[in-house]
């Protein structure tokens, strides 16, 4: 099931409208333009319309799935993979994956994931995976990042591609990635996040919880928390920003 809206206010914010009202796995929704489009920690994701891929997809897992520690963090990990399956087949750009949820195309952010949960008596009741895809915006077009500044496939390939397609590839590729998930290939897909991620191995800065951590961004833990060796030890970074990563000391 689909529904398109010519704008709205989130996508997300549909989705969850419609999740709660019961639609089926697999139900998602579209926009050409988002009036209110979120992004992560209360920041707004630029949207307009007809540029991008504005697209939320409910999943409802089935009940051995809905206590697993590791399926939201799958799930993240699987959509930003899926986007640079997509990317990749539609434009031959190569992409790499930014720990927790991001998109790189040549260091630059071309697409950001904001999943939601809802909860039903202690248990997952669905999630929204939202994926935003900058697809044919201009640098005007795109709000100014100054550490890992915006980007589109546009900028980066010097032409346009149909958002419909890379729709398809996103949807394609998600459906796979979720099925190895259910199948417990949960530490597979974590690990091909890792493999594509531009801050493997790196001397990144990390914003977490109030504080600035600077390390080396060592692996992914078994729930996909960013492992990081600082001077002062190993740290175990559940959720953050990293807002630097230096190019590799040596590899
Ligand atoms: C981020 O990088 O901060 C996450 C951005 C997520 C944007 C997408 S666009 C489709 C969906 N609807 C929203 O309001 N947000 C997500």
Redesign the pocket.
Known sequence: MHRHFTAT?????E?LRWGREGASHGAYVT?DA?T??????G?A?S?PPGK?????LIVRPGAPHRDSATLLPGLNFAACLAATRAVREVTGLTCHTKWP??VLANGR?I????SEAMWREGRLDFS?V???INVNQAQDDLPPRPLYPASSLFIESGQEWPINEVRDRWLHHFGNYYKRLEKGDWEQVRDEFWRRCAQRNREVIVQSEGETLTGTALALGSDGALLLETSSGMRRILAGDVVITHNAKAE
């Open positions: 206010d989130s996508t997300n914010e989705a926009a988002q209110a489009g979120r992004g992560r920690r920041r994701w949207s991008g891929l504005y697209l939320s949820n991001d952010k697409a950001g994931l904001l929204v939202g994926i935003g």
